[in-house]
Nanobody, 123 residues
Framework: QVQLVESGGGLVQAGGSLRLSCAAS????????MGWFRQAPGKEREFVAG????????YYRDSVKGRFTISRSSAYNTVTLQMNSLKPEDTAVYYC????????????????WGQGIQVTVSS
């Protein structure tokens, strides 16, 4: 098991940027898949972006393509989500997660989760 800790959330105006980081305490292997999810009040948790730890292939939900960028640092065991051109509909609690089984966009298939961090975008 790995512990995941998110940081970097907060309040920003529409059009602004935030950078979320996820620090992992344990070993992440090349076959693992790291994802960012979000959950707004009254809504289901949804996949935002993900990255294959070994090869670095990235995946995004359509609504964030061109605005969000996910990256990883093997040296520092971190995953980063750069969020630009933020919109009020991006407001949610954002979670970092690991899937030992590889690529997935289904939250129930992820094994380890961070505690979540609030992102609020004002209009």
């Amino acid at each position: 098991q790995v512990q995941l800790v998110e940081s970097g959330g907060g309040l920003v105006q529409a059009g602004g940027s935030l950078r979320l980081s996820c620090a992992a305490s344990g070993r992440i292997y090349s076959s693992h898949f790291m994802g960012w999810f979000r959950q707004a009040p009254g809504k289901e948790r949804e996949f935002v972006a993900g990255i294959r730890w070994g090869v670095g292939n990235t995946y995004y939900r359509d609504s964030v393509k061109g605005r969000f960028t996910i990256s990883r640092s093997s040296a520092y065991n971190t995953v980063t989500l750069q969020m630009n051109s933020l919109k009020p509909e991006d407001t949610a609690v954002y979670y970092c997660a690991r899937n030992r089984g590889g690529y997935s966009t289904i939250h129930s298939e992820f094994d380890d989760w961070g505690q979540g961090i609030q992102v609020t975008v004002s209009s």
